[in-house]
C-alpha cells in the first residue's frame, strides 16, 4: 500500500522508499525512512499536497511523493 493511500488519522509504518536520490535524500532527513511510524493528518482540497507526521514531526509533501513511500498499517 503507498502512503497516498492510506486513511486520515490511521498509523502506518514505512516498509520502502523508491523513488530518486535526491528525493531520498530529502526524505531522510525528514526522518521519513524504512521502519518509521507515519500518520496521514489533512490532504489539502485540490488532494495535490497532504501533511504528514512521522515520529513527531509535521511535514508536507506532495501527493506524488506519497506514491513512492511503501507503507504497512499497524
Known sequence: MKLSEI??????????V??????KQRFY?????KGATVCVETVSLAKN?????????????RVEEAKTIEVEMI
Open 49 to 61: 499536497t497532504m501533511e504528514i507526521n512521522v515520529e513527531d514531526t509535521s511535514i508536507g509533501i
Open 7 to 16: 486513511p486520515l488519522n490511521k498509523n502506518a509504518k514505512i516498509i520502502k
Open 18 to 23: 523508491e523513488c530518486s536520490d535526491d528525493l
Open 29 to 33: 532527513s525528514f526522518g521519513i525512512i
